[in-house]
Nanobody, 127 residues
Framework: QVQLVESGGGLVQTGGSLRLSCTASGQTFSSHAVGWFRQAPGKERLFVAAISWSGDSTHYGGPVKGRFTISRDNVKNTVYLQMNSLQPEDTAVYYC????????????????????WGQGTQVTVSS
């Protein structure tokens, strides 16, 4: 089992930045691919970004490409999501998830491929 806890959410103005953290405990986190997803009120949960367990591969959803950066520190059991140039449409609950059994070059986009999920952290961007 892997337990995931997100942090770093909050209220920010349009154009501002936030850095989310996803910290893991339990099984060895360094062997899990990790992804970030978000869910706005009344909408489905959408893929944001993913990183392979080695950190060698990353992948981003279209709306955040060029503005968000995913990274990881396996020593600290933490994955980060640096979010810049935030817009009101980025307002959502952000979830991190971990997937086991992938190579160091696989960043995983499909929600169903993830095995463990955090509880989420709220990000609100005011206009």
């Amino acid at each position: 089992q892997v337990q995931l806890v997100e942090s770093g959410g909050g209220l920010v103005q349009t154009g501002g930045s936030l850095r989310l953290s996803c910290t893991a405990s339990g099984q060895t986190f360094s062997s899990h691919a990790v992804g970030w997803f978000r869910q706005a009120p009344g909408k489905e949960r959408l893929f944001v970004a993913a990183i392979s367990w080695s950190g060698d591969s990353t992948h981003y959803g279209g709306p955040v490409k060029g503005r968000f950066t995913i990274s990881r520190d396996n020593v600290k059991n933490t994955v980060y999501l640096q979010m810049n140039s935030l817009q009101p449409e980025d307002t959502a609950v952000y979830y991190c998830a971990a997937a086991k059994g992938y190579s160091g070059y696989d960043s995983v986009e499909a929600e169903d491929d993830y095995d463990y999920w955090g509880q989420g952290t709220q990000v609100t961007v005011s206009s």
